[in-house]
């Protein structure tokens, strides 16, 4: 299995918990042999390395160095992430099996691969926009938030660590329960769980 992870965050950039928990499921991933690929943010530290655990490394930067908020500097980014994207597509002969994206920021990107080259994509849920900025009704939130709604419409699954935040999807979002799965970093199947949702994502994909 080839699968590319997409995350915001990635040490060495360190945001919140995100980072290290992407970087402990690509490095687990690869463990269970795996083809493992990120696709994430730097500022400067740009380009592709493969770390010594076996993981490979796309990082972008913004093309655009001022924002007024979060929300433009993510729709300007996700353009590089579909870009290096793109890129791994092809040189890996067009053998990718799903995309994993961490968060809403990379939706539009995973949404316009997903189009373009029938790559299917899992959409793991880190927080919403309703838990963020209370009470998310402000044009800049609904913004926010139609953008988590395309993911939850164009995702062939959606992942979450709890059953609370699965039930927040489904409250906020509509989203029917079946297409979420829970699956807790905490216990000692967490990967095997995450293993078997991609297997049964990537049966569907065309671009096997």
């Not at 995450?194 to 990537?202: D, E, G, H, N, R």
Request: include cysteine; charged fraction near 20%; hydrophobic fraction near 45%.
């Amino acid at each position: 299995m080839r699968i590319i992870l997409f995350s915001w965050e990635y040490p060495p950039r360190v945001v919140g918990k995100l980072a290290d928990y992407v970087h402990l499921l690509a490095t687990e991933l690869v463990k269970n042999r795996v083809d493992t690929y990120v696709v994430t943010y730097h500022d400067f530290l740009t380009g592709a390395v493969e770390e010594p655990n076996g993981v490979k490394i796309f990082r972008v930067a913004n093309p655009v160095r001022t924002h007024v908020g979060i929300l433009t500097w993510v729709l300007t980014l996700n353009q590089e992430v579909e870009r290096a994207a793109a890129s791994i597509f092809y040189q890996v002969s067009k053998r990718v099996d799903l995309v994993d994206v961490h968060d809403w920021h990379f939706i539009p990107a995973a949404v316009t691969l997903k189009n373009a080259f029938g790559l299917p994509f899992v959409y793991s849920v880190e927080s919403l926009e309703d838990h963020r900025s209370p009470p998310a009704n402000t044009p800049y939130s609904m913004s926010i938030k139609s953008i988590e709604w395309l993911g939850f419409y164009e995702a062939q699954h959606v992942c979450v660590k709890s059953e609370w935040m699965r039930d927040e999807i489904v409250r906020i979002h509509n989203v029917p329960s079946a297409k979420i799965t829970v699956v807790k970093p905490t216990t000692n199947s967490w990967l095997d769980n995450i293993l078997f949702m991609y297997k049964s994502v990537a049966g569907g994909a065309s671009s096997k």
